[in-house]
Each structure stands twice: as structure tokens, then as C-alpha cells.
């Protein structure tokens, strides 16, 4: 059983910064791929990056140059910095951890908004 904390998530303006943190914690044997999605009011959830236990990534193409992956496998913590951020950005941040099975934050809200 692993239970994931998202943290980080806020009001921001247009061309700002937020940076998420998310947690896993509970009986972990190992996780290998660790992501965020997101999924605004009316659309379905997508994703918007991903990364492997040995540091390999991938984007959306719509976060390209803006957003960075990152993860802290000794603390189990996968962080998200969002730069250049933009009101299309705005919606529901979920983590995501691959155990033995998928594992689901309750997320976070990004706002980007004047």
C-alpha cells in the first residue's frame, strides 16, 4: 500500500512559477515510474511528464522548455517546477507512482490567472 501527498499547488500569474512536491510513503518495495498529470474543468486527464528510477523523462509537447521533471529516489519525492506558466495550465495536478500496481494523489490546484 502507497500513499502519495501532493504539495506545491497555488495562484499564480501569468508567466510565474510553482513548483510541486509529491510524496510517497507506506509498505514501498520499489517504485520505478514516477508522473504528474493534470485534467482541467471538461477535459480529459493528460500527461504531463514522466520519470523512470534511473532519471529518463518525457513531456507533453505543450510543457516543452517550461516544465521539469525531477525525483528524489532516496526520499521517494518527485518534484514538478513550472516556469512560464500560462492560464491553459491551470487545473488539477495528480502524482502518480508505478509500484506493483498504479498508486493516485488526491491532487493539487494550479491557478494561472491576472
Same mark, same amino acid.
Given at each position: 500500500q502507497v500513499q502519495l501527498v501532493e504539495s506545491g499547488g497555488g495562484l499564480v500569474q501569468p508567466g510565474g512559477s510553482l513548483r510541486l512536491s509529491c510524496a510517497a510513503s507506506g509498505n514501498i518495495f520499489?517504485?520505478? !515510474?514516477?508522473?504528474?498529470y493534470r485534467q482541467a474543468p471538461g477535459k480529459q486527464r493528460e500527461l504531463v511528464a514522466v520519470i523512470t528510477r534511473g532519471g529518463s523523462t518525457n513531456y507533453a509537447d505543450s510543457v516543452k522548455g517550461r516544465f521539469t521533471i525531477s525525483r528524489d529516489n532516496a526520499?521517494? !519525492?518527485?518534484y514538478l517546477q513550472m516556469n512560464s506558466l500560462k492560464p491553459e495550465d491551470t487545473a488539477v495536478y495528480y502524482c502518480n507512482a508505478e509500484e506493483r500496481r498504479d498508486y493516485w494523489g488526491q491532487g493539487t490546484q494550479v491557478t494561472v490567472s491576472s
Amino acid at each position: 500500500q502507497v500513499q502519495l501527498v501532493e504539495s506545491g499547488g497555488g495562484l499564480v500569474q501569468p508567466g510565474g512559477s510553482l513548483r510541486l512536491s509529491c510524496a510517497a510513503s507506506g509498505n514501498i518495495f520499489r517504485i520505478y !515510474t514516477m508522473g504528474w498529470y493534470r485534467q482541467a474543468p471538461g477535459k480529459q486527464r493528460e500527461l504531463v511528464a514522466v520519470i523512470t528510477r534511473g532519471g529518463s523523462t518525457n513531456y507533453a509537447d505543450s510543457v516543452k522548455g517550461r516544465f521539469t521533471i525531477s525525483r528524489d529516489n532516496a526520499k521517494n !519525492t518527485v518534484y514538478l517546477q513550472m516556469n512560464s506558466l500560462k492560464p491553459e495550465d491551470t487545473a488539477v495536478y495528480y502524482c502518480n507512482a508505478e509500484e506493483r500496481r498504479d498508486y493516485w494523489g488526491q491532487g493539487t490546484q494550479v491557478t494561472v490567472s491576472s
